[in-house]
């Protein structure tokens, strides 16, 4: 768990302005209960993360969270939500990285998600996995490598579909690997961990909790994992960048963001509050049994790796010239 600690500082100035003009206003929020826009369906991975993180967050702000699901659309309508509400730190909007650095370099007129929105914390962290049929005789990164290279365009790797993370996460190992291989789109995963298991594909990047299932049949196997996690869940599987593909890495993550213009103090109060879970063994455990790890961020940081991430993929997109009919 990575909780760096931003926040002493915040701390003192919310401390010093108690004192200032406004400081009552600022020391009332919140006053009633806040909106958590989720844009995933109920019952998905990202809202479970977001009604734990809901529920913890609650008792230290002293107001009820209301988790509420806008899925669909790529997210596009829960982050339309948000960046018309008001900027008071009401209605917030807690989101993969997907939905903020991908899917808007992917619309026919991109955005600049940084102009809608205002960074809060990053809350979580999470890397997928890369896994086999275990059709395919590799059982390491080496293998695997060695084996695309000596089967040009023969190996498919499967996803969900056109754009997502998995997809642009093989493009990207493609490149780090030097290996020419196929992406091979699925409207959704459960038809391609079928294939994958039956050896119509051989490869494919998601998340391990989706396949725990099939690894423990042995239908396919886990070789490697994109980052460092301290989920127990992980232990024993090599991380990619250290097992034969130095240049690769990545994660999905989970963070808060306000409308355009929320203010510091809201920014500093909520962001206090988050790293305040950093305490909360058993909020952190729950994250870790699900394969996440707790991995609180400043809003300056969160701003900062949304750039980042958001210049990285549009690399690869550009590239791949991936592109959503």
């Known amino acids: 768990m990575r909780i760096p600690r931003p926040f002493l500082a915040a701390?003192?100035?919310v401390g010093i302005s108690a004192g200032a003009p406004g400081a009552m206003a600022q020391e009332a929020y919140p006053s009633k209960p806040i909106r958590v826009i989720v844009p995933f369906a109920a019952g998905g991975p990202a809202?479970?993360?977001?009604?734990?993180?809901a529920q913890s967050l609650g008792k230290e702000l002293g107001q009820t969270l209301v988790v509420e699901n806008q899925g669909g659309g790529a997210g596009v309508p829960a982050l339309g939500t948000v960046s018309r509400a008001p900027a008071d730190g009401y209605t917030l909007l807690f989101a993969a990285s997907g939905n903020v650095v991908i899917q808007p370099l992917l619309t026919k007129n991109r955005v600049d998600v940084l102009q809608q929105l205002s960074p809060v914390a990053m809350v979580t962290t999470s890397p997928h996995v890369l896994v086999v049929s275990s059709k395919l005789p590799v059982h390491t990164v080496k293998e695997f490598v060695a084996y695309a290279k000596a089967h040009p365009g023969q190996v498919n790797f499967a996803s969900a579909g056109v754009g997502g993370l998995a997809h642009l996460g093989t493009e990207l190992f493609e490149r780090a690997a030097g290996i020419d291989a196929r992406h091979v789109p699925y409207k959704g995963?459960?038809?391609?961990?079928?294939?994958?298991?039956?050896?119509?594909?051989?490869?494919?990047?998601?998340?391990?909790?989706?396949?725990?299932?099939?690894?423990d049949k042995g239908a396919i196997r886990?070789?490697?994992?994109?980052?460092?996690?301290?989920?127990?869940?992980?232990?024993?599987?090599?991380?990619?960048?250290?097992?034969?593909?130095?240049n690769f890495e990545y994660t999905t993550w989970y963070?808060?963001?306000?409308?355009?213009?929320?203010?510091?103090?809201?920014?500093?109060?909520?962001?206090a509050a988050l790293s305040s879970l950093a305490a909360d063994k058993a909020f952190d455990e729950r994250l870790l049994a699900q394969g996440v790890d707790l991995s609180i961020s400043s809003a300056r940081e969160?701003?900062?790796?949304?750039?980042?991430?958001?210049?990285?993929?549009d690399k690869v997109i550009r590239e791949a010239g991936i592109q959503l009919n």
Request: aromatic residues 6%; positive net charge; charged residues 15%.
């Open 255 to 271: 963070g808060l963001y306000g409308p355009a213009g929320l203010p510091a103090a809201v920014v500093v109060r909520l962001s």
């Open 302 to 313: 969160l701003g900062e790796r949304t750039r980042r991430e958001t210049a990285t993929w």
């Open 47 to 53: 809202d479970v993360v977001a009604r734990e993180m």
């Open 222 to 246: 886990v070789i490697g994992v994109t980052a460092p996690s301290a989920s127990p869940a992980y232990k024993g599987i090599p991380v990619i960048k250290d097992a034969g593909v130095p």
């Open 189 to 215: 995963s459960s038809q391609a961990m079928t294939d994958l298991a039956g050896g119509e594909v051989q490869a494919m990047f998601s998340s391990l909790p989706s396949m725990k299932g099939l690894i």
């Open 11 to 13: 701390a003192l100035w």
